[in-house]
């Protein structure tokens, strides 16, 4: 990449994160599902231990725990994501706005990502109403990434941008997973979900080349990587009870097998080494899924410090996940001028997407 390709990249701006006022702690989560699904005292210690492994000290919910009960349709958990999804939303881009200094009527392009509800016209249309976005804002609504939608948000927002260099973009993920929840599932990959995953959003703020400002992380380039007939590893079953998830063993030994090459390839295009990249901001996929990222990248201990932080604090907040990781980065101010990083997620597909950000 020469100089004026580096002028011309687009730059991360600011990311703003919002999480819900409800928070509670791993083991009292576990208690009151377990006391809900009325196990047999036999079932108690592997239910604890799957919990427990997650390494998830806690999460945020859209609402409060004992509210849960009364969401006995796909409709009423549905319209519960939709307002709280709005309220969430709204705090996450207000935050961006405020931490760029820029305000709602600077927005040119409006990037929505969220694999946990539905809404036509979509969330993003609410949040335009609501905070005063021009009546010319471009809006990109995306569903069904799931965890690498943040990291393909961003990606697809810098594409745009390269296109329209004196313009600004935001990237907006809301994922609320425990309203997807499914009481009736006693399944072995619904207990490890109830364990994993948090409630939580947050907004990418970028700005075209002319926009930029000093010491901004610029991003470089993207690559998407997507594994041939793999559709079946994990996702979602959609029936009349809503969103049931599909969460199988295979995701570590495709990530030993394939996420290497893929990384050294597309790092190979910007004359660089996995020794080169500085911050490693890898989604929250859990425990499985950061040792295989560790070791298939051959990456040393604590270089994924901050996933493993954040999936201990809230979870695994699906595409919302690596936004949190890069925010944490972001205000840290750990990253010195000249230094790589790469964002990293994997999701539904089975995908992964690739994001190369220099300081």
């Keep these: 990449m020469t100089s004026a390709d580096l002028e011309r990249a687009p730059t991360i701006r600011a990311i703003g994160s919002a ?51 009364a969401l006995r349709s796909f409709g009423r958990a549905n319209a519960a994501w939709i307002q709280a999804a709005t ?93 997807t929840l499914q009481l009736r599932d006693r399944s072995i990959a619904n207990v490890i979900s109830t364990a994993l995953f948090g409630d939580g959003a947050a907004a990418v703020l970028l700005a075209g080349a002319r926009r930029g400002a000093c010491g901004q992380p610029r991003v470089l380039g993207s690559r998407s990587i997507f594994f041939h007939d793999t559709e079946e590893i994990m996702g979602w079953r959609i029936d009349d009870g809503g969103f049931n998830v599909v969460l199988t063993a295979g995701i570590p030994d495709l990530i030993h097998a394939h996420l290497r090459g893929a990384v050294d390839s597309f790092l190979s295009d910007y004359g660089i080494s996995r020794s080169a990249i500085k911050h490693w901001l890898a989604h929250t996929g859990g425990p499985k899924v950061l040792r295989a990222m560790e070791c298939a990248l051959e990456l040393e201990d604590g270089e994924l410090a901050r996933s493993w932080r954040s999936l201990a604090s809230i979870g695994n907040l699906s595409s919302a996940s690596v936004l949190f990781v890069a925010a944490d980065l972001l205000e840290s101010g750990a990253a010195a001028e000249g230094d790589y990083g790469l964002l990293l997620s994997l999701g539904p597909g089975f995908c992964g997407e690739l994001v190369l950000v220099r300081w």
């Design 19 to 69: 999480l819900p006022s409800n928070y509670y702690p791993s083991e009292v989560l576990s208690a009151a599902l377990f006391e809900e699904w009325g196990g047999c005292p036999d079932e108690r210690a592997r239910f604890e231990r799957i919990h427990r492994s997650a390494g998830v000290r806690g999460r945020h919910l859209a609402l409060p725990m004992d509210e849960y009960r």
């Design 87 to 179: 309220e969430l939303g709204a705090e996450a881009l207000d935050c961006a706005l405020r931490r760029a200094g820029l305000s709602p009527s600077d927005v040119d392009h409006f990037f929505f990502t969220t694999v946990t509800g539905i809404a036509s016209p979509s969330v993003d249309v609410k949040l335009v109403n609501r905070l005063g976005l021009r009546a010319d804002v471009k809006r990109t609504p995306m569903f069904g990434l799931g965890c690498v939608g943040g990291a393909a948000g961003t990606a697809r927002a810098a594409d745009y941008l390269r296109g329209f260099p004196d313009q600004i973009a935001v990237l907006l993920s809301v994922e609320l997973c425990s309203l």
